[in-house]
């Protein structure tokens, strides 16, 4: 049984995502104008892993998140969650947590009220605050207008949002950006230990030592088109460092 | 309550934007009924459609204040980025805007009903402290603030659906100041387009609380018109909102 699916060789997987991956992508596609930001592209990811999508600035990795989250639409192919349309999810806040932006916050509304309009319009209960709050270590600063936070403690606010509905599925774009060392750490073991719980992760980036130790497999993606998936030990096996293995797949490319 | 609802309001109650707006509509809304109660010649000043003179521009910086508020409570999610979050938790764009339009025109007619009674209050007692007799009856009055509750409450749904099409926050903020107290004011000086001008959405508004009555349309008619172009606006704004991308 598990040597013919596809998706069940991944560790700690999930049996009710068993017969369906977690994010399906197909011959997606999206155009401004003349410019084709994502081209064709096709991946999906199992439960249970954390997987980079991984390339250079305008490489069309913020474009496909956000064509997964329904927040564009797009020109041709699907991108689909948990075998859906993001906006025809019942409870989409119970089933993907996402932050696009690290700094998505009015400056004059707490962190503790900005969760709680999310958790309104979720209808999740008032008391999960507090705990995504002490999760991401924004206890203490719960009551201060967001005005007053660093970026470090923005991108952890993002992520206390994305928390609430405790997701299955985790989109974060650039989340390790503007954080320091002990922060980009601190995201890293988060990751792992919330994909050890079998659920999944998928976290954009365009510097590769920030997700080199924290993820299992890359989708590598060069000016809109899908360069390769693959998991981050094969592509490692012969000695090479993931930094090789990306340089060399992307500038094949360019030449 | 319904949870997008809910949402909303708290959105209202947790920043200072709405107390800013509205400290700022009452301290324009006294001024302006004072420099017109104060300056204009008293012989000018005996019969009720010259005195509501004095009452109308507090209408109208009540009428204007709740359209800012309506426009702002969707400008400044994109301002922010707030609309992103938003809309991961409330996919269906169309509920959050029709949302933000109910709860901002609730709270703007609330802004009209207190602009209506400061501007009572204040012309009533600058007017009586001049001798001059008060020709307005209860039912003047009564229209007065009542009119101007509900025309700053349509008026609230019509800054909001302007601003889910238009999104940008300072455009769309002057424009609507400037339509308000510019463009309709040149409508209504002007004879030859007086005849287009009176169908406009802000004298639809001031015929709602008894302004005029010669000029502009009779009250009942105002409402409707008022009521149409709030939900023509409104229904624009979500038509808008609901396949653009956003970035």
Known sequence: MTSTDPYSHGAGMADATRTEPVIAVSALTKRYGDVVAVDDITFSLRAGTVTGILGPNGAGKTTTLRLLLGLAEPTSGQALVFGQRYAELNQPVRQVGAVLESNDFHPGRTGHNHLRTLALAAKIPESRIDEVLDLVNLDQAANRKVRGYSLGMRQRLGLAGALLGEPQLLILDEPANGLDPAGVHWLRSFLQRYAAEGRTVLVSSHILAEVAQAVDQVVIIDRGHLVTTADVAELTRDGRTLEDAYLELTDGEHS | ?247
């Open chain 2, 1 to 247: 309550m319904n949870a997008t609802l809910r949402a909303e309001l708290v959105k209202h109650r947790t920043t200072r934007t709405d107390l800013g707006l509205f400290s700022g509509m009452l301290g324009l809304v006294l001024l302006a009924v004072l420099l017109h109660g104060l300056t204009l010649p008293a012989d000018e000043l005996a019969s009720t459609p010259r005195q509501l003179m004095v009452f109308g521009p507090g209408q109208i910086i009540g009428t204007l204040f709740a359209a800012l508020l309506g426009a702002m409570t969707i400008t400044a999610e994109y301002r922010h980025g707030t609309i992103r979050p938003t809309l991961l938790a409330t996919p269906k764009r169309a509920k959050v805007v029709a949302a933000k339009i109910a709860t901002s025109a609730t709270i703007g007619a609330g802004f009209g009903l207190a602009a209506g009674a400061v501007t009572a209050g204040a012309a009533t007692s600058t007017l009586t402290a001049r001798g001059i007799d008060i020709q307005l009856d209860s039912s003047d009055y009564t229209q007065l603030i009542i009119g101007g509750g509900i025309a700053a409450g349509l008026w609230a749904a019509i800054g909001g659906g302007l601003s889910a099409i238009f999104r940008h926050q300072v455009p769309t903020l002057v424009g609507l100041s400037a339509w308000l107290l510019f463009v309709e004011s040149l409508l209504g000086d002007n004879d030859t387009i007086v005849e287009v001008g009176r169908y406009a959405p802000g004298a639809a508004a001031a015929a709602l609380t008894g302004q005029d009555p010669d000029r502009l349309l009779a009250p009942t008619a105002g409402l409707i018109l008022l009521i149409m172009y709030a939900t023509a606006a409104a229904l624009a704004g979500t038509r808008a909102t609901a396949h653009r991308d956003v970035t």
